[in-house]
């Protein structure tokens, strides 16, 4: 075994695992990044190999569904969808029932993560206005953009993946994904609004940041519905390939008199895109010098054998929460195999990402945003709502992908 490889492998999914190097302000993009680039340094890949490591349909794809989200962004659509909703909402029940509804319906064809970032701050002004607590909104809003985005193949990060890399169709998945994802939100609702209950108006003002968010640009707004329609719809009843529907869809929104380019472009989460190269290429070290493969084959003597979907299904979750869910499905997609390996796999890591709060960039995006408007959510209040949507909905799925076998 190449004990130099090893190393950066244990090394960079150690650093996975905490977040961070101790001593170093580095996140896990910067340290997948780090890894890859002491693969190289190492000889353990050339530069020419290093970049042929890189999984280009993936990162094409996940480039162009971001600059999609971006249009909706700098459209204003967040904003004037937020400010629908608290009007149609006479109760903080029924508020909460949108926001999980529009979150997760949002989320299933655009980027979850940019729908945590653009919704949380003006969540939190609609919840001070009306003097409500916060808290279970924001805790919605992560936990259904997660859930809802596991309904579609462009939902997600990991989903993305797993789709490039199985070669997954989009159509056959949606039968996999929506019907858990749809019982999931109801579950997320149920369980928010039971915990809750009568306790949902605030009795300490929160500090807000007043950063304005884009006015709302009826046009653009509208441009944008139509290219993400018929990108989805391309997904849907052709085979053209999506990484090349993707860009083709970004660089017709791209073409505008009135956005600038470098605002579209500089929405794209270029942290995830480094995350995904770093890995790609770390991976690819690994898989050469057979880490992995032994990594399998001991997991399969243990009678742990990832090719059976119950097996995958269990260990999936314990994996992304680990590490988080890209990582996770990255370490695990060699070993999957069989028709249910890419539902599986999407899934269970998807549904598992409402665990913790590292165990999707969804999370941590809500939490970051609240804490910027002065609205704290710790560990302890997040595992409150997130293991019971987690174990509630991992279970749908698993009645589900069983019914499907």
């Known amino acids: 075994m190449d004990l130099p490889v090893l190393a950066i492998f244990v090394l960079v999914y150690a650093g996975m695992i905490l977040g961070e190097i101790p001593g170093l302000a580095l996140d896990r993009s910067g340290i997948a990044l780090l890894g890859a680039i002491a693969i190289i340094a190492s000889g353990r890949l050339s530069p020419s190999e290093a970049w042929l490591a890189i999984d280009i349909p993936t990162t094409a794809l996940l480039f162009g569904?971001?600059?999609?989200?971006?249009?909706?962004?700098?459209?204003?659509?967040?904003?004037?969808?937020?400010?629908?909703?608290?009007?149609?909402?006479?109760?903080?029940?029924?508020?909460?029932?949108?926001?999980?509804?529009?979150?997760?319906?949002?989320s299933a064809v655009l980027a979850n993560d940019i729908v945590c970032l653009a919704m949380a701050p003006l969540l939190i002004e609609v919840c001070v206005r009306r003097g409500l607590i916060p808290l279970p909104y924001l805790l919605a809003l992560a936990c259904a953009s997660n859930v809802g985005s596991a309904a579609t193949l462009i939902g997600n990060p990991q989903n993305m993946l797993v789709a490039q890399s199985l070669q997954l169709s989009f159509a056959g998945y949606l039968v996999d994904g929506a019907p858990p994802a749809v019982l999931g939100l109801a579950i997320t609702w149920l369980i928010i609004r039971s915990q809750w209950r009568d306790r949902w108006h605030a009795d300490a003002e929160v500090?807000?940041?007043?950063?304005?968010?884009?006015?709302?640009?009826?046009?653009?707004?509208?441009?944008?519905?139509?290219?993400?329609?018929?990108?989805?719809?391309?997904?849907?009843?052709?085979?053209?390939?999506?990484?090349?529907v993707a860009l083709t869809a970004a660089g017709v929104l791209l073409l505008s008199r009135r956005t600038a380019s470098r605002e579209m472009i500089g929405l794209v989460d270029w942290h995830l895109l480094v995350l995904?190269?770093?890995?790609?290429?770390?991976?690819?070290?690994?898989?050469?010098?057979?880490?992995?493969?032994?990594?399998?084959?001991?997991?399969?003597?243990?009678?742990?054998?990832?090719?059976?979907?119950?097996?995958?299904?269990?260990v999936t979750p314990i994996v992304g929460n680990l590490v988080s869910n890209v990582p996770g499905v990255m370490l695990l997609l060699p070993a999957s195999s069989g028709p249910l390996a890419g539902p599986t796999l999407?899934?269970?890591?998807?549904?598992?990402?409402?665990?913790?709060?590292?165990?999707?960039?969804?999370?941590?995006?809500?939490?970051?945003?609240?804490?910027?408007?002065?609205?704290?959510?710790?560990?302890?209040?997040?595992?409150?709502?997130?293991?019971?949507?987690?174990?509630?909905?991992?279970?749908?799925a698993a009645a589900w992908l069983w019914l499907r076998a």
């Open 65 to 106: 569904l971001m600059v999609i989200s971006a249009q909706f962004r700098l459209g204003g659509f967040y904003g004037e969808v937020v400010r629908r909703i608290a009007a149609r909402a006479a109760s903080p029940q029924r508020l909460l029932l949108w926001v999980v509804l529009v979150a997760g319906a949002l």
């Open 207 to 244: 500090r807000l940041d007043r950063r304005k968010p884009p006015p709302f640009d009826a046009w653009q707004t509208a441009k944008g519905l139509v290219v993400v329609t018929l990108t989805v719809l391309i997904f849907l009843f052709t085979a053209w390939p999506r990484e090349v």
């Open 276 to 314: 995904f190269i770093g890995l790609f290429v770390l991976n690819e070290a690994v898989d050469r010098a057979g880490v992995l493969a032994r990594l399998y084959a001991g997991l399969r003597a243990a009678g742990v054998d990832l090719a059976n979907p119950a097996w995958l299904f269990a």
């Open 346 to 396: 999407a899934l269970a890591s998807t549904f598992a990402g409402n665990l913790i709060i590292v165990g999707s960039i969804a999370n941590i995006i809500v939490v970051e945003e609240a804490a910027r408007q002065g609205v704290a959510i710790d560990w302890r209040a997040h595992a409150r709502v997130g293991v019971p949507v987690t174990l509630a909905t991992l279970a749908i």
